[in-house]
């Protein structure tokens, strides 16, 4: 069974930076995946922010964190990261990972398969 736990949430000010992990278990290889990550802010419906194709490395961004984020993933370790730039307090949310057993990138969180328990991200005006 898939497993993904993420790490690396926090508090910070507008403008700083924040790295999340997502270690995933259950498998030797995630070859043939896709992973993503997705957000959720209090009272609203959870949203893609960014994926990736596990083996390939073709990553897919939401228009709202283009430029600032940056997906990316540790075959070696069985990890992905989302490195968060210049933050701003709408970003504030659970951010979760996510992990699809094909390798087409999708946005839509119907698409996959495996979910993490989120780590939650504040970001102070």
């Known amino acids: 069974q898939v497993q993904l736990v993420e790490s690396g949430g926090g508090l910070v000010q507008a403008g700083g930076s924040l790295r999340l992990s997502c270690a995933a278990s259950g498998r030797s290889s995630f070859s043939g995946y896709a992973m993503g990550w997705f957000r959720q802010a209090p009272g609203k419906e959870r949203e893609f922010v960014a994926a990736i194709s596990w083996s390939g490395g073709g990553t897919y961004y939401a228009d709202s964190v283009k430029g600032r984020f940056t997906i990316s993933r540790d075959t070696a370790k069985n990890t992905v990261y989302l490195q968060m730039n210049s933050l701003k307090p709408e970003d504030t949310a659970v951010y979760y990972c996510?992990?699809?057993?094909?390798?087409?990138?999708?946005?839509?969180?119907?698409?996959?398969?495996?979910w993490g328990q989120g780590t939650q991200v504040t970001v102070s005006s």
């Open positions: 996510a992990a699809r057993r094909v390798a087409i990138l999708a946005a839509d969180p119907r698409g996959y398969d495996y």
